[in-house]
Antibody, heavy 118, light 110 residues
Framework: EVQLVESGGGLVQPGGSLRLSCAAS????????MSWVRQAPGKGLEWVASIKQDGSEKQYVDSVKGRFTISRDNAKSSLYLQMNSLRAEDTAVYYC???????????WGQGTLVTVSS | QSVLTQPPSASGTPGQRVTISCSGSSSNIGSNSVYWYQQLPGTAPKLLIY???QRPSGVPDRFSGSKSGTSASLAISGLRSEDEADYYC???????????FGTGTKVTVL
C-alpha cells in the first residue's frame, strides 16, 4: 500500500524558515516525480513544486521561486521542502503527492499545517 | 489566482446528474490533459479522472470526464450523498511552465 506521511509543519514567524518532510513507502520512490501542493485555510488547491526522479529537474510556482527549495533523498524514500523567508500568505496545509506523469497525482499524504504568524 | 475557472457550486438531488465545467486557455486545457480531484471534507484530495476521461481503478463509473477545445467537464450521474465534496480540475500550463488548478466547485446533495 502506498503511504505518504508529511511532517515538519508548525507555527513560524514571518521571515522565518521551516523544512517539511514526506516519508514514502509502498512503492519505488526513485521511479516517480514527486510534488508539493498546498491549500490555504478555506481556499483552493495550489501546486507549489515538483522534482524529477533523480532530482535533476525542479519546477516551482512563481510565488515561491527563490524562497522554497524542493529536494529528495531516494535512499531514504523521502521528499523535502525547505521554506525560507516565509510570509503570511504561505500559511496552508502542505500535501506531498506522488506524480505518475500522465496518470496524475495518484497518491496524496494527509498534509501538514504551516502557520506563518507573529 | 487560479488560471482555470470553475463554478463555485453545483447541486442536485440523489440520483440526478450534475455537471461541473472547467474553463481554461490554449496554453493549458487546449494543449494538455485535464485531471479531476475530489476532496471530501477534512481529507486530502483524491484523483478522480486522469488524461481527460480515464478513471483510476476503484473510481465508480458514475464519474466521467470530457474535454473540448479549451474547456473540460466532470459529470456525476446517479448522485449520492457521499459525493458531497469539493472538486478541482487541473492541467499543465505551457506558458507558466507549471501545474494549475481550477477554482474548485462545491457539490451539494440536496
Amino acid at each position: 500500500e502506498v503511504q505518504l506521511v508529511e511532517s515538519g509543519g508548525g507555527l513560524v514567524q514571518p521571515g522565518g524558515s521551516l523544512r517539511l518532510s514526506c516519508a514514502a513507502s509502498g512503492f519505488t520512490f526513485s521511479s516517480h516525480w514527486m510534488s508539493w501542493v498546498r491549500q490555504a485555510p478555506g481556499k483552493g488547491l495550489e501546486w507549489v513544486a515538483s522534482i524529477k526522479q533523480d532530482g535533476s529537474e525542479k519546477q516551482y510556482v512563481d510565488s515561491v521561486k527563490g524562497r522554497f527549495t524542493i529536494s529528495r533523498d531516494n535512499a531514504k524514500s523521502s521528499l523535502y521542502l525547505q521554506m525560507n523567508s516565509l510570509r503570511a500568505e504561505d500559511t496552508a496545509v502542505y500535501y506531498c503527492a506522488r506524480d505518475s506523469g500522465s496518470s496524475g497525482w495518484d497518491n496524496w499524504g494527509q498534509g501538514t499545517l504551516v502557520t506563518v504568524s507573529s | 489566482q487560479s488560471v482555470l475557472t470553475q463554478p463555485p457550486s453545483a447541486s442536485g438531488t440523489p440520483g440526478q446528474r450534475v455537471t461541473i465545467s472547467c474553463s481554461g486557455s490554449s496554453s493549458n486545457i487546449g494543449s494538455n490533459s485535464v485531471y479531476w480531484y475530489q476532496q471530501l471534507p477534512g481529507t486530502a484530495p483524491k484523483l478522480l479522472i486522469y488524461r481527460n476521461n480515464q478513471r483510476p481503478s476503484g473510481v465508480p463509473d458514475r464519474f466521467s470526464g470530457s474535454k473540448s477545445g479549451t474547456s473540460a467537464s466532470l459529470a456525476i450521474s446517479g448522485l449520492r450523498s457521499e459525493d458531497e465534496a469539493d472538486y478541482y480540475c487541473a492541467a499543465w500550463d505551457d506558458s507558466l511552465s507549471g501545474h494549475v488548478f481550477g477554482t474548485g466547485t462545491k457539490v451539494t446533495v440536496l
